[in-house]
């Protein structure tokens, strides 16, 4: 079946360090694929998508390529900041069945110190 | 606009308690879903509805039953619940379809507690 592989958590940045969040799937299929943060107390915010291969995401510094060659979609940012400091989730869209379910990774939680 | 709207966003209830979650849009969105999310966890799917229709019930337990009353407004009714479904219950929606259209759209979720 379908699934989505994050590296774990936590990582801990200073402010300005170079971020990248790993990303691999499983999907028959082209999938969808997206990045969604989750700040404290909060619900998901859509951060990026992309939706074909070799697509890039882009949002608020974010990016993420869609790497169909690797099945990758890996978060990166080039300079962190404090605000940042949140929960990031991977998803695909599952389109077996075009049921419109997405599948999430477990989530990598990102803490940025001053 | 891409907001999905949720009250009551704090909600404490005693197991023989009866109450209903709100999740409202105004995307036109025609897919509007529920999850249970746990701490430190993804959301877990438990319903989607399409074009008001119910089409998607992950085996969740009859004591959560939802409702599409129209294409803006999603209920989910609460009943007997169990200490073990506290979390935090999140609304979204989406298009129904395929790419580009296939994006979902989150709600500020509702922190239920049971207690």
């Known amino acids: 079946g379908n699934s989505v592989t994050q590296m774990e958590g936590p990582v801990t940045l200073s402010e300005e360090a170079f971020l990248t969040i790993n990303c691999t799937y499983t999907?028959?299929?082209?999938?969808?694929l997206f990045w969604y943060v989750q700040y404290p107390g909060e619900g998901l915010q859509l951060l990026l998508k992309?939706?074909?291969?070799?697509d890039k995401g882009s949002n608020k510094g974010f990016e993420a390529t869609y790497r169909k060659e690797t099945t990758s979609f890996h978060l990166e940012k080039g300079s962190v900041q404090v605000s940042d400091s949140a929960v990031y989730f991977c998803?695909?869209?599952?389109?077996?069945?075009?049921?419109?379910?997405?599948?999430f990774g477990q989530g990598t939680t990102l803490q940025v110190k001053p | 606009d891409t907001e999905v709207t949720q009250t009551p966003k704090h909600l404490v209830m005693g197991m023989t308690n009866k109450k209903s979650l709100k999740c409202e849009q105004h995307?036109?969105?025609?897919?509007m879903y529920w999850y249970k999310q746990k701490a430190k966890k993804p959301p877990e799917l438990m319903f989607v509805?399409?074009?008001?229709?119910?089409?998607i019930n992950e085996s969740v337990p009859s004591r959560f039953s939802p409702e599409c009353p129209n294409s803006s407004l999603l209920n989910l009714h609460l009943h007997a619940l169990q200490p073990e479904d506290s979390a935090l219950y999140l609304c979204?929606?989406?298009?129904?379809?395929?790419?580009?259209?296939?994006?979902?759209?989150f709600g500020p979720g509702t922190r239920l507690t049971v207690l």
């Open positions: 992309a939706t074909k291969a070799d």
């Open positions: 998803a695909l869209s599952d389109r077996s069945g075009n049921t419109g379910k997405l599948i």
């Open positions: 979204a929606s989406s298009q129904p379809g395929l790419a580009p259209t296939d994006t979902q759209y």
């Open positions: 509805y399409s074009y008001e229709k119910l089409s």
């Open positions: 999907a028959t299929g082209y999938p969808s």
């Open positions: 995307m036109g969105h025609r897919a």
